[in-house]
C-alpha cells in the first residue's frame, strides 16, 4: 500500500501561488496521483489527477517528475475560498479510496 | 448538476441506540461508499457497495455496522449499537463505472451521548 507525506499546513496569501508537494513512497508503476478538496464542512472534491509530467484544468496543475515519487499541486493566484484540506491520496481504486493526512491551507487577506 | 444527498445533516443519540444514515447517490452511479471523519482527523474508507453487495471493507467497519440499498435511490449506513467512538462526520460517496473520481455528499454529522 502506497503511502504518502505531505505538510500538515500551510498559510498564504490573496494572489499568491501556492504549491503543496506530496511524497509518494512506494507508489506502483501503474499507480495515478490523484488530489481531493475538502473546504470546511463539507465532503471532499476531486481537484486533478495525473500519471506524470504536467497535469492542469481549470482549478490546478499537478506537477509530477519523472521518478513520480513526489508531486506538487499548484494553485495560482489563491483566495479567501482556496482555504480548505488537500489531500494525496494513498490508494484509489474501484472499491476504496485511502487518503492521505492532508494539507490545511489557510489563505489570508 | 446532480449531487449525492444525505440526511440528516445532524443526528443525536444516545450511547447504545441504533441509528440509521441515509444516502441518495447519483442517480446513473453503481458503486456506492461510506467514510467517516472524526473531527480533526482525515477522512477514512469504511465499506464499498457494488450490485448489491459489499465489494471491499475496512477493519473499522465491523459486526456492528451494515450498509443496505433498500430501493433504487437510497443507500443506507446502520449502525446498531452506538458508542461514543462512532461520533463523527460520516461521508457517503458514489461513482460511475469506468471512472476513477467519486462523489462525496455532504456529510452526516453523528453525535453520541
Known amino acids: 500500500l502506497a503511502k504518502t507525506t505531505q505538510p500538515i499546513s500551510m498559510d498564504s496569501y490573496e494572489g499568491q501561488e501556492v504549491n503543496i508537494t506530496c511524497s509518494h513512497n512506494n507508489i506502483a508503476t501503474n499507480d495515478y496521483i490523484t488530489w481531493y478538496q475538502q473546504f470546511p464542512s463539507q465532503g471532499p472534491r476531486f481537484i486533478i489527477q495525473?500519471?506524470?509530467t504536467k497535469v492542469t484544468n481549470e482549478v490546478a496543475s499537478l506537477f509530477i517528475p519523472a521518478d513520480r515519487k513526489s508531486s506538487t499541486l499548484s494553485l495560482p493566484r489563491v483566495s479567501l475560498s482556496d482555504t480548505a484540506v488537500y489531500y494525496c491520496l494513498e490508494d484509489s481504486s474501484a472499491s476504496k479510496i485511502i487518503f492521505g493526512s492532508g494539507t490545511r491551507l489557510s489563505i489570508r487577506p | 448538476e446532480p449531487e449525492v444527498t444525505q440526511t440528516p445533516s445532524h443526528q443525536v443519540t444516545q450511547m447504545g441506540q441504533e441509528v440509521i444514515l441515509r444516502c441518495v447517490p447519483i442517480?446513473?452511479?453503481?458503486?456506492f461508499y461510506w467514510y467517516r471523519q472524526i473531527l480533526g482527523q482525515k477522512v477514512e474508507f469504511l465499506v464499498s457497495?457494488?450490485?448489491?453487495?459489499?465489494?471491499?471493507k475496512s477493519e473499522i467497519f465491523d459486526d456492528q455496522f451494515s450498509v443496505e440499498r433498500p430501493d433504487g435511490s437510497n443507500f443506507t449506513l446502520k449502525i446498531r449499537s452506538t458508542k461514543l467512538e462512532d461520533s463523527a462526520m460520516y461521508f457517503c460517496a458514489s461513482k460511475v463505472a469506468g471512472e476513477d473520481t467519486q462523489y462525496f455528499g455532504p456529510g452526516t454529522r453523528l453525535t453520541v451521548l
Open positions: 442517480s446513473n452511479h453503481l458503486y
Open positions: 457497495f457494488y450490485n448489491n453487495e459489499i465489494s471491499e
Open positions: 495525473g500519471y506524470k
